[in-house]
Each structure stands twice: as C-alpha cells, then as structure tokens.
Nanobody
Framework: QVQLVESGGGLVQAGGSLRLSCAAS????????MGWFRQAPGKEREFVAT????????YYADSVKGRFTISRDNAKNTVYLQMNSLKPEDTAAYYC??????????????????WGQGTQVTVSS
C-alpha cells in the first residue's frame, strides 16, 4: 500500500505561481512512477506530468509544457509540481498518483494504482 497526501493548492492570480507537494508513504512509496493529474468541474481527469523515482526530468502534457516542472526529493519521499505563469484554465483539483511497479513515464489514469485526495488550485483572471 502507498499513501499519498497532496498540499500546496490555493487561490492565485493569473500569471502567478504555486508549488504543489505530494508526500508518499508506505512500503513501496519510493519506487516506480509518479504522476500529477487534474480535473476541472464538468471535465474528465487529465494528465499533467509524470516522473520516475529512479531518474529523469519528467514528461508533460502539451498544455503545461514550459510552465510546469515536476521534480522529486527521494530523501523526503516527496514529488513536487512547480506551476508558473498560471492561467485561469489551469483551475482544477490536482491529484497525485503512484505506480510502484512503473518502469517508464505513464500518462493514463488506469496505469496508476494509488491516488491522493486532491488539492484545489484556483486561478483568477
């Protein structure tokens, strides 16, 4: 079992920045692939970014490429999502996900085994 707890959401003006954190715990919490997804009201949950605990710089959805950065701190079992140049269309609940057996970047919801409870990001215009 892996437990994921997100934090760092909030209200920010367009053009501003936020950093989300996802603290992982459990027997295999620091293995495999991690991902960030988001879900706006009335829309399906969508992929944002993914990274592996073992290395690499991450992979991004086109809509956030160049503005968001995913990173990890293995010592703290924490994955981050730095969000810059935020737009109103980035408003959503953001979810952290884990696949302890992942061996590559994963972009689909059904490729992840564990999910956090989500943290709300609201960007005002």
């Amino acid at each position: 079992q892996v437990q994921l707890v997100e934090s760092g959401g909030g209200l920010v003006q367009a053009g501003g920045s936020l950093r989300l954190s996802c603290a992982a715990s459990g027997r295999t919490s620091r293995a495999g692939t991690m991902g960030w997804f988001r879900q706006a009201p009335g829309k399906e949950r969508e992929f944002v970014a993914t990274i592996m605990w073992s290395g690499g710089y991450g992979y991004y959805a086109d809509s956030v490429k160049g503005r968001f950065t995913i990173s990890r701190d293995n010592a703290k079992n924490t994955v981050y999502l730095q969000m810059n140049s935020l737009k109103p269309e980035d408003t959503a609940a953001y979810y952290c996900a884990a696949n302890p057996s992942g061996s590559r970047y994963l972009t689909r919801l059904n490729e992840y085994d564990y999910w956090g409870q989500g943290t709300q990001v609201t960007v005002s215009s």
